[in-house]
Structures are given as structure tokens and as C-alpha cells.
């Protein structure tokens, strides 16, 4: 969708009809002379008459291309206070490199990421600490890039800050005026840092009205659901616990359909116009055209 | 308006021919006829049935008669009608053609000569039966200066076709016409002493069109718009030499004296010039 130049009238190719349809019948009425030699009139100017028909056709293509408005859609936005701001909140601790887990936890994430075109997404890490990767921002391209470098390990493997994570990544939140803050909180541990305490994290999550997914990955005693679910409930989401890729996938899914935005209501195409060109060649070769006019008379 | 024309024609020819003295000028041959001569001795080879029984009868030996040959030349004049003729600065072709058939008639029919015009397109539109009376001068350059050419073409396999199919004596043939077609005389050239007049126009050799023009073509009668510069312009008369070029090559490969006659020449020098070359 991006890059690809589309007609914003195609309707103005219909205009082509009546021009063809006019180059064979609607001769302009000259007067007429007998001449002898045609034949070799005709051969003689086989060359130029091609070209200035050239001219002729291509000047009127052009013009009916500048009317059917050719546009690059560059970019698809949404005003900011309305549409969803979702802030994931990913566990980069060392057991998350067990098993494979946090290659599928990016594949999935980033997967999330496309589906989610029209929100403002943020990306926080956590494992010894917490940091947030990138703020919320409509770029996702960015924050895929960003992604794809993320290493476990990358904030220290040996410990689990989940309730700082939270708190941070609440703050994110500080300046927002969107409608539906969402975050989506993704572990396979248990936390064990205690620099800010669970009640702390839920009383600012709820400050800012963010409704918080968890998700907790891993078997069984992997992950505190308890904790968890407290989390989700106190802030209106939903608690899910995933032990395979798949169950996890199906996760995500159903996230991204319980929020769906309507984002139609809300979209606005940035347009670039393209019309000058074809107007402008158009223009240079009407000058040409003229010129060999003007030639011929000289 | 034609008459008139027809007439100025005639008295123009008349008086050139009379006093340019063109034709009149064979020699009399001797040989068979009725025109008698003089006698003169047998010699051994004369025709027994020219000996003068009388003159022999007077004891002189044996005498024979001798006649003027008739010496007859059978002219055909043929008018060659295509749509290009309706065509010229001055005067039409159509009328420097009927000029140049006027000449070259009236210098025949003078000399006594055996006279067939013929007017022919894709195929035979008019023959005047041989003659060698001058009043049919008048009606030659009659139906020439009146005949609607417009949409014809000259067809010069049909032409030699019809020739030699009709004419079986050997003939001076004189072509009138402005040849732009391509053209194939070999047919009757080899038996007939051919001449090839050609009608040009200096504007149609070298025309000094500008810009958007809508031409016709006389002979398919099609319309086109074009619009031209100097650089077609110097194309087409390329082209037109070029076809020029080609004709020369066919009538000098064929023994066909030929000469050009632009509608503003003086007819009767140019024709003078050809018929002496």
C-alpha cells in the first residue's frame, strides 16, 4: 500500500474513448486540393506526420493521466487521541533462552506488530531491570528493527523486575490522551527484584487506565498465574497462560481481536498529488508541437 | 470556352507548323505505288511487272517504270488520361497535352500521314480511326480539352496490350502523358518507334506547400491532411527524382526518345528539340 501510485478519478481514462474515437473521425476541414503526385507527397512525409502524431497522442494521454490525479497513499495516520496505544512488555531474562522461548516470543511480537497498523505501539524490556526499548510511536518499523536485535541478556539474565516493568512501562503512558491504553505483559518467571512492590504498580496502571494482558508462558510453576491474574483483573484484562508456540500465537490473536480498533472512522490517507508531471511533460511537448508549427512556416 | 480554346489551339499549331516547316521534309522514296515517276533501263533484279512494254516495244532495250513509294507513316498519337493531369500552375496538363497532340497531328496529317489518336486510361476510351484528313484535328483536341480525367489511371500493360492487339503495322507511336505510374513499354517499344512526351508542371516538380494542407489524389480520389516542412519537402523531391531517375533508365533501355514539356515552355521548340534529338 505504501509507494504505490494509484488514480484518484480512474474514470478520467473514459475520456480516451472520445479522443481516439476523434483522432480517426473529426479531421480538421482544410481546404482541399487536387495533387498529382500524393504518392510520393505521402512517402515524404510519412516520417514527420508519425511523429507529430506521436506528439499529439502522447500530449493527450498525459493530460488524461494528470486528470485521473495519480497520488502516492504514503502514509496512513491516526489523530492521536483516538486509537489504541498499546505498550508490550516483553521478559528478556535468562530463561526465556531456554527452549527456544524468546526467538518465538519476537517472531510472534513482531507478527502483533503488523497486524496493529493504525496504533501507537511501545516496547519495554525487562530482566535484572527494566528499560523501556522504544516509546510509543506509530513507527513500527522501527521498533521491528529494534526487536530483532533485543538478546536475552540484554538487561542482565539473572533476575525477573516484572513489577517494575509494569510500573515503567505505565509511565509511558504519562502524556497520553488515547482513548484505550493497552499493555501486554509477557514473563516466564516469577519476580524477584524488589524495588517496587506489586500494590505500587497496579495502583499506577490503574491511575492511568491501562488495561494490562498478561501472559505467562512456560509449564506450570514457571510463572506466579496468581500474580498474574491479580494484574490483569484489578486492571480489566485478561490473563492467559501459554505452553507452546501455537497456544501462544492463539494468544496474541485473540488480543488483537478483543482490541480491535475501528480504525476506518479515524484514518487519514496522506496524499501526495502527482499530476504535475504528466501536466508538465504534457506543457513541454504542447511547446514542441507549437514549435514545429511555427517551423513548418517559417 | 472549350471552342475557343480548341480554336486559339489550332490556329497556334497552324501557323508554327506552317512556318517552322516541321514534317514536309521526307524525302520521296522510290519503289511499288501508283505515283509514276520516271523510266529508266532493266537491270537484272527489277520487278518484270514495272517493265514498260510500250518504251520496250521502241527498240531501246528493255525499259521499266519507276513509281514514287507510297511511304505512308502510321502515326499514333496516344493520349495517356490520368487524374494528375487536372493539374497546373499556368494551365492544366490536361491542355499543354491537347497542345503538344495539336503539334504533332497537324505536322502528320500535313505530311499525309496515316493518323490514329488515342485516348486511354486503365483501358480504351476513345479511338479516332487512322485518317489523314485535317478536319479531324478538330475533334481530337476536342474530346482532349473536354474529357473529365479525374479518378483515372493510365494502365500501360493494358496500353501495350490494346496496341499491339490493334496495330499491327509498324508505327511512330508518340506517348503523351505525365508518366507517374510505373510504367512497362517494352512490349510495344521493340516494334514501334516510340516517343514519350512527358507533361510536367514546375510547382507539382518543386511545391512550395507550408504548413497543415489537405490534398487529394486525383486518381483514388483519397483526402489526406498533412502538414509540411522543408525537410519533407526536400524528401519528396528526392522521391520524385528518383522515380524520374527510373523512367529515363526504362525508356533509354527501351529506345524510346522521350522529353519532358513544363506547362509554361514554349510547346512547339520543346517538341522540335525532342522529335530532332
Known sequence: ?298 | MIKNRLKEILLKVKKKVFTGNLGNTLSTFKGTGLDFSEIKDYVIGDDVRAINWKSTAKGLGVKVNIFNEERELNVIIAYLISGSINFGTKRVKQDLMAEIMGYISYSALKNSDNLTTIFFDGNLEKIFKPTRKLGILEDTLGYALGLDSIGKSVDYDQFCTFINSSIKKKSLIFLIGDFYNDINISKISHKNEVYALIARDRFEENPSFKGDISLVDPTSLSEDNMSLDKSSLKEYRKLLSEHDDKLYKHFLTNRVKYGKIYTNDDVYLRISRILKA
Open chain 1, 1 to 298: 500500500m505504501i509507494n504505490q501510485i494509484i488514480f484518484e478519478y480512474p474514470w478520467a481514462f473514459a475520456l480516451m474513448i472520445p479522443f481516439f474515437v476523434c483522432l480517426i473521425y473529426c479531421k480538421p476541414k482544410l481546404d482541399a486540393l487536387f495533387f498529382p503526385t500524393m504518392t510520393f507527397l505521402k512517402k515524404a512525409t510519412k516520417k514527420s506526420m508519425l511523429l507529430e502524431n506521436i506528439l499529439k497522442t502522447s500530449i493527450a494521454l498525459l493530460l488524461i493521466v494528470s486528470l485521473a490525479s495519480p497520488i502516492i497513499q504514503d502514509e496512513i495516520s491516526i489523530k492521536n487521541d483516538k486509537g489504541y496505544e498499546i505498550s508490550l512488555i516483553v521478559d528478556a531474562s535468562g530463561s526465556m533462552a531456554q527452549n527456544n522461548k524468546f526467538k518465538i516470543v519476537k517472531e510472534i511480537v513482531s507478527d502483533f506488530l503488523t497486524k496493529r497498523v493504525h496504533d501507537k505501539v511501545g516496547l519495554s524490556i525487562f530482566a535484572d531491570f527494566a528499560y523501556v526499548a522504544v516509546p510509543l510511536t506509530y513507527d513500527k518499523k522501527s521498533i521491528k528493527r529494534l526487536l530483532s536485535r533485543i538478546q536475552v541478556g540484554i538487561a542482565g539474565s539473572r533476575r525477573t523486575a516484572l513489577y517494575e516493568a509494569l510500573f515503567l512501562s505505565s509511565n509511558l503512558f504519562k502524556n497520553s490522551h488515547a482513548k484505550k491504553k493497552i499493555a501486554i505483559l509477557l514473563t516466564d518467571g516469577m519476580n524477584n527484584v524488589n524495588d517496587i512492590p506489586l500494590d505500587v504498580a497496579i495502583k499506577t496502571v490503574k491511575k492511568y487506565g491501562i488495561k494490562v494482558y498478561t501472559v505467562g508462558i512456560g509449564g506450570a510453576g514457571d510463572f506466579d498465574p496468581r500474580v498474574l491474574k491479580k494484574i490483569a483483573n484489578q486492571s480489566g484484562g485478561k490473563f492467559f497462560a501459554a505452553n507452546s508456540k501455537q497456544k501462544l500465537k492463539e494468544i496474541y490473536n485473540t488480543i488483537d481481536k478483543l482490541e480491535k480498533s475501528k480504525i476506518k472512522a479515524n484514518k487519514y490517507v496522506k496524499k501526495r498529488y502527482l499530476f504535475a508531471y504528466p501536466l508538465g511533460l504534457a506543457l513541454l511537448l504542447s511547446m514542441l508541437l507549437l514549435f514545429r508549427k511555427n517551423k513548418e512556416l517559417a
